[in-house]
């Protein structure tokens, strides 16, 4: 089965901190996602990546940034924490879909809900 | 912004029945999925449909999808209470499924 980990379930930052979330995968996944999960907004894609060293902008990028160092580990980076960016975050893996060409599902962790005070 | 929504926003219904919702989308798709998330947890993958077909079945789930309405249904036969979560629906544009586009989900009540 594949394992999606994220480093923390809750966190708790004040206003103005660097914010380091951090996701792991097990499955040797080429693509890795970010999502922040809002009620009434459903799930928004911050930034993914196909590739280790790759990232691309997803609908929502402003205010965070992403490294993708390794392939199995890809990190969000909130470069400075606002009251807005609270919200429950989810990293997500998959790979790469031209083995079948049909597309490939979403492998999630179980979040962290981050709170910015 | 939103491609897929999905219909009802709630849904309550006793152990036993079937629970059926559904998720409308915008623009041509290449494939469907949907997902299950229990309360405070990461979502889990349910069923992948793909743009050349028409019915799919997992277990208790049958996920139809009609290209021509821009449609999707989820029916969960005989739910049972461990059946309470949210469900969403996630469409991909591109080959290689990862700009997975959610709707805001269905939340299932199942009463024992």
């Known amino acids: 089965d594949v394992k999606v980990t994220q480093s923390s379930r809750y966190l708790v930052k004040r206003t103005g901190e660097k914010v380091f979330l951090e996701c792991v995968q097990d499955m040797d996944h080429e693509n890795m996602f970010w999502y922040r999960q809002d009620p009434g907004l459903g799930l928004r894609l911050i930034y993914f990546s196909y590739d280790v060293k790759m990232k691309e902008k997803g609908d929502i990028p402003e205010g965070y940034s992403v490294s993708r160092e390794k392939k199995e580990r890809f990190s969000l980076i909130l470069e400075s924490a606002s009251t807005n960016q609270t919200s429950m975050y989810l990293c997500?893996?998959?790979?790469?879909?031209?083995?079948?060409?049909?597309?490939?599902?979403?492998?999630f962790g179980n979040g962290t809900r981050l709170t910015v005070t | 912004s939103q491609q897929g929504e999905e219909d009802p926003q709630a849904l309550s219904i006793q152990e036993g029945e079937n629970a059926t919702m559904n998720c409308s989308y915008k623009?041509?798709?290449?494939?469907l999925q949907w997902y299950r998330q229990n309360s405070g947890r990461g979502l889990v993958h349910l069923i992948l449909i793909r743009s050349n077909e028409r019915e799919k079945h997992s277990g208790r789930l049958r996920v139809t999808l009609d290209t021509s309405k821009k449609s999707s249904s989820l029916l969960i036969t005989a739910s049972r209470a461990a059946d309470t979560a949210s469900y969403f629906c996630a469409t991909d544009v591109y080959t290689n499924a990862g700009k997975s586009t959610f709707g805001d989900g269905t939340t299932l009540t199942v009463k024992p």
């Open positions: 623009t041509s798709i290449n494939n």
């Open positions: 997500a893996s998959s790979y790469m879909s031209e083995r079948d060409r049909g597309g490939s599902p979403l492998h």
